[in-house]
């Protein structure tokens, strides 16, 4: 017999996305769902970040999808389809 441990989660477990400054540490904090404002620099020191416009690009497209479908999920009881993401977690039986 085999036992497979997987741990899983719902787009809507995800509950926000976390940026932190490497210099100062300052953390940004964006809901699943919204990201409101591009960000091109740290808030607190004022380091740029537009080297990583393309990152910060697709993290936002990412955060606002999740949003559009945990929302589809969680109001669509018939779909024929449940999206769930496997995470790292203890795999030990
Ligand atoms: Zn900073």
Not at 30 to 46: D, E, F, K, V, Y
Request: with cysteine; hydrophobic share 35%; charged share 20%.
């Amino acid at each position: 017999m085999t036992i497979e441990k997987r741990t899983v989660i719902n787009p809507s477990d995800v509950l926000a996305v976390e940026l932190e400054c490497s210099g100062c540490k300052h953390r940004i904090v964006r809901p699943s769902g919204q990201w409101l404002n591009a960000i091109h620099a740290c808030p607190n020191c004022g380091v740029s970040w537009s080297y990583h416009r393309d990152v910060l690009s697709r993290l936002q497209e990412i955060i606002v999808n999740l949003g559009v479908i945990s929302h589809q999920q969680s109001t669509d009881s018939k779909s024929p389809l449940r999206i769930r993401f496997e995470i790292a977690g203890d795999n030990k039986p």
